[in-house]
């Protein structure tokens, strides 16, 4: 079947830090793959996507790249800021005509002053 | 430009009412609609999804259901709530047959019974 493990969280970080939320996964077939973001008492918003193998999705100065030959999506940000603290999720559809996403149980991500 | 609203935001409600859900999406024709539960501190527990009118698919038995009375919109519903139904609830949608299938949400009902 398909599956995503993601880090354990929460995980807490200084304003500016390094970010890193590790995602891997496993998949019947060949799937795309996406970053979720949910915002305190909000639903989840995409943050990026990426539909083949060494394909990178950005936005907002968060980057992942689609890795086949380890089957992961880890997402990673330069400098983070106290207005990134939410928590991520990352899942994927296999595409082959599977209306599903599969998602990890999410990471809860606080940035500290 | 697509939007999802769904409402009520909040509710609370006691152990044995019905409960009435309702999501609608704009800007777009013959969505897949999505209903969500996130019990809190926890990830995304699929409950329905919808390809079409009329057409429900369940993904967890439970004493809830959902019907698709129009194109774009989608209703979650209980005859008797439960306390273990409390909980954030999600409506989403996503093109039908796209190729990278990324799925749109709502802002979310947040459920509460007591």
């Known amino acids: 079947g398909n599956s995503v493990t993601q880090m354990e969280g929460p995980v807490t970080l200084s304003e500016e830090a390094f970010l890193t939320i590790n995602c891997t996964y496993t998949?019947?077939?060949?799937?795309?793959l996406f970053w979720y973001v949910q915002y305190p008492g909000e639903g989840l918003q995409l943050l990026l996507k990426a539909t083949k193998a060494d394909d990178k999705g950005s936005n907002k100065g968060f980057e992942a790249t689609y890795r086949k030959e380890t089957t992961s999506f880890h997402l990673e940000k330069g400098s983070v800021q106290v207005s990134d603290s939410a928590v991520y999720f990352c899942?994927?559809?296999?595409?082959?005509?599977?209306?599903?996403?599969?998602f990890g149980t999410g990471t809860r991500l606080t940035i500290i002053p | 430009s697509q939007t999802i609203h769904q409402w009520p935001a909040t509710l609370v409600q006691p152990v044995g009412s019905p409960l009435s859900l309702e999501c609608t999406v704009e800007?777009?024709?013959?969505?897949?609609l999505y209903w969500y539960r996130q019990a809190a501190g926890r990830g995304l527990q699929l409950l329905f999804y919808s390809v079409g009118i009329g057409q429900i698919s369940s993904e967890v038995p439970q004493n809830l259901s959902a019907s698709r009375p129009q194109d774009r919109q989608f209703i979650l519903s209980s005859k008797k709530l439960l306390l273990s139904d409390s909980g954030f609830y999600l409506c989403a949608w996503s093109v039908t047959l796209a190729r990278t299938g990324e799925q749109y949400f709502g802002p979310g009902t947040r459920l509460t019974v007591t």
């Open positions: 899942a994927l559809r296999v595409d082959f005509g599977n209306e599903k996403l599969t």
């Open positions: 800007g777009t024709s013959n969505p897949n």
């Open positions: 998949a019947t077939g060949y799937p795309s």
